[in-house]
């Protein structure tokens, strides 16, 4: 069964910088694109940062040239580094990846991790 563990959220003051990252296990017969969704109170899950089995990016207007998503292919890994956090950075961010099974290699479905909370204190 497929896993998307994520870690390394947290509580940091405005302009300091976190790093999460998002395993993927569990029957896995390829990646493609993977990201990082967030979901602020009252508010919608957003896009933040998206990347593709290749190495292209996306991201969200309000984080370019602070976060930087990455991917190890090996590991079936994915990584948000976010400098010069923001107090609207706060939110539960949310891993996602399109992949296949190995029961199913002809199917890409969307799997999401449980969310880590990130708060930015002013």
């Known amino acids: 069964q497929v896993q998307l563990v994520e870690s390394g959220g947290g509580l940091v003051q405005a302009g300091g910088s976190l790093r999460l990252s998002c395993a993927a296990s569990g029957g896995i017969f390829s990646i493609n694109a993977m990201g990082w969704y967030r979901q602020a109170p009252g508010k919608k899950r957003e896009l933040v940062a998206a990347i593709t089995s290749g190495g292209s990016t996306n991201y969200a207007d309000s984080v370019k040239g602070r976060f930087t998503i990455s991917r190890d292919n090996a590991k079936n890994t994915v990584y948000l580094q976010m400098n010069s956090l923001k107090p609207e950075d706060t939110a539960v961010y949310y891993c996602?990846?399109?992949?296949?099974?190995?029961?199913?290699?002809?199917?890409?479905?969307?799997?999401w991790g449980q969310g880590t909370q990130v708060t930015v204190s002013s």
């Open positions: 996602n990846a399109a992949l296949t099974t190995l029961t199913n290699k002809w199917k890409t479905d969307d799997y």
